[in-house]
Structure formats: C-alpha cells, structure tokens
C-alpha cells in the first residue's frame, strides 16, 4: 500500500506541517520549549484554507459546478477515522484506569466529536481536559462548512475567481477587525476561540488560492514571493516567533497576526518547484523525515495531547512525558495513518472520482 501524498497535494506543505505539529507538541509538553506555540494554528489554518480553496475551485473550473457531496464525503474522510478512533481508545480506558483527574471523559469526547470544543472554551464553560487540543479541529471543521457555501454563493453571480477572492478576503479582514476591537482583557478567551476571530487565516488563506486563479496575478505573486530567500526569511520569522512569550507580554492576539501576515507569502514560496540546495527552509521542508512528520501529522496530533495528559495526571515529570509520550504517540500516529486514515481516504477519492482536468 502506498502512503505518499496524492498528486494534488503540494509536498512542501507537507513538510509544513510536520515542523509546525513539533512545535505545538513541545508547547503542550513544556510551555517554556516553545512559548509561541498558540501561533502555529494561524499557519496550520492559512495553510489548511489555501488548499481546500484551491481543491474546491479546481474542481468547480473542471466541471462547471461543486460537487458539495464529494467534498463533504473527501472532508469526512479526512476529519473523522483519526479523531473517533482517538476519542473511543481514550473513553475506553478511561472505564479502565480513569482517576478524577481525567474529568468526565464521556462528556468531553461527546463535545469533542460534535466539534464544538472551542465554542464552550469562548463561553467560559468546562473544556475537554484530555481532548483539549481538540478546539482547533473544531475550528477547522466550521471552517470546512463555512467555505463551499461561500463559494457556491459566488458562483451564481459569476464563475471568474475574483468575486469569491474578494468575498472571502473580506470576511476575512472583517475576522481581522474583531479580533482587534477594543476588547477588555477578560474577553481574550471569547477572543482566541471563537470562529468570529480566529477564522481571519483559512479565509485569507482561501482568498490567496483562489486569486492565484488569474494567471497575470498568480504571476506577479510569484514574482515576488516565490524567491527561496522569502521562504527562509518568513520560516525563520515564524520559527523565531514561536520562542517569544506573547501572551505573557499581553501581545498574543497582534501575534497571532503576525503570524498570518509571515504565512501567505510562506505558501506561495513554499509553492515553487526548485532545483536541490535552493535554500536552508526549502531543504528542511522537503527534507524526508520532515515529509513523513507531514504525512501522520494529523493523527500525532490528536494522539499526543491525551497521551501527555494521562502521564501529566500520573505525576510524571515533563522529561519522562516527553521521551515515553512522544515516540508513543509517533508510533500510534504511523499506525492509524497507514492503517485506517489513509486507506479511507483513499477509498472516498475513489468513491468521489476526483476528475481529470478537461482538455
């Protein structure tokens, strides 16, 4: 069976995100290794909106319309197998070992299945304690409802790219705007939570996507960003960021702006075909260990945390959490991409028949 990324997948992304997913593993490990951690979800997000984006308008361009089924059985695919797997092995053992630290798991991976981990994080209620980390895959999911009705909305009105590159360029400044309203500080939780504030990067993500359909702007974006010095210069401004303690200077939320502000032309210079030896950042991106992070960065993801937790509530030190539950939660995210995620996948790209571009 092969595991290697379909051909519409750019692989530099890949490397991507297997970078970003050790830096949010060691924030979650020890704050202090990684104090700008909370930023890696502005790439992640930037990131994850560009190829939707580009998937979904590709498609559109092909056929002449969306095929919303085929996209919400391609998004389930992708979504689901790693997440209720992880939520019913936790459940499970908690019937088992549970102590009261773990809370009322029951209750949290319910919350955390729905996806709305990070919509009672913003009302201030009870949050998952092992399924914590699960708010930013509810983000993306309302992110994942949230574009294809947008676009669908701006292909009645024309099926030229740039109304659907400017509608969701707005909505995402207009994100941009209330996240940076005069709020007083006891709203910074509703701030980092809530779709309304946090949506600004997969829709500006969209908006970089979906302009790039215009051959004389893709061009000149190209030009300008596709050099390999802004792929070093912005990965090395993103890498120095996460070292900076921003919520304790009270400047997380700007950060995290500055965040999306270093990924867009991160994604398109990370976008470019270049020969070996292009530059440090390209190097490690395309680098095979780091591919392979990419490849099973999802499934660590939502392994990891819980992982962690179970330890952290046994009274292990970090350092123990860190060399018992790293390689455990690379060892489980190996096994269920190869062995349940991707195989699913697979079988809805064949179920959906992704087409083949028209002469």
């Known amino acids: 069976m092969s595991t290697a990324s379909p051909p519409h997948v750019w692989r530099a992304f890949d490397g991507l995100r297997g970078a970003l997913c050790l830096v949010v593993a060691l924030f979650h490990l ?16 930037a990131l994850s909106g560009f190829v939707i984006a580009h998937a979904l308008w590709s498609e559109a361009t092909t056929l002449g319309h969306l095929r919303l089924g085929a996209y919400a059985v391609r998004r389930a695919a992708r979504v689901l197998p790693a997440l209720l797997l992880v939520l019913a092995v936790f459940t499970v053992a908690a019937r088992l070992w549970a102590t009261p630290a773990w809370g009322d798991v029951d209750r949290d991976a319910w919350v955390a299945a729905t996806f709305r981990a990070n ?10 304690l092992l399924f914590g980390h699960t708010w930013s895959v509810a983000l993306e999911a309302q992110f994942y409802l949230l574009l294809p009705l947008v676009l669908a909305a701006c292909r009645l009105a024309s099926p030229r790219p740039h109304l659907a590159a400017a509608i969701t360029a707005i909505l995402g400044v207009t ?19 809530a779709p309304a504030s946090r949506l600004a990067a997969p829709l500006l993500g969209a908006a970089l996507a979906l302009i790039r359909f215009d051959v ?10 596709s050099h390999p010095r802004v792929l070093t210069v912005a990965a090395g401004l993103l890498t ?39 530059g440090a950042a390209d190097q490690v991106l395309r680098h095979p260990a780091v591919l392979r992070a990419g490849d ?29 539950g790293l390689p455990l939660s690379w ?15 697979e079988a809805a790209r064949r179920l959906t028949r992704r087409p083949s571009p028209l002469p």
């Open 175 to 193: 994100s941009l705007v209330v996240r940076h309203a005069p709020w007083s500080p006891g709203d910074l939780v509703w701030l980092y939570n």
């Open 331 to 345: 060892g489980l995210a190996v096994l269920v991409h190869d062995h349940v995620e991707w195989p699913i996948r």
């Open 296 to 324: 099973v960065s999802y499934p660590f993801f939502l392994w990891h945390y819980p992982v962690f937790g179970v330890l952290f509530f046994a009274d292990w030190h970090w350092l123990a959490v860190g060399l018992v």
């Open 119 to 128: 919509l009672t994080r913003a009302r201030g209620l009870d949050h998952p």
């Open 216 to 225: 004389d702007i893709r061009r000149r974006l190209d030009d300008w960003w």
């Open 30 to 45: 020890k704050p202090r290794l990684a104090p700008g951690g909370p930023l890696t979800l502005e790439v992640f997000c």
């Open 240 to 278: 120095a960021s996460f070292a900076i303690p921003w919520r304790r200077l009270g400047l997380l939320m700007p950060a995290l702006t500055l965040a999306l502000a270093l990924s867009l032309p991160l994604l398109v210079s990370a976008l470019a075909d270049r020969p070996r030896h292009a």
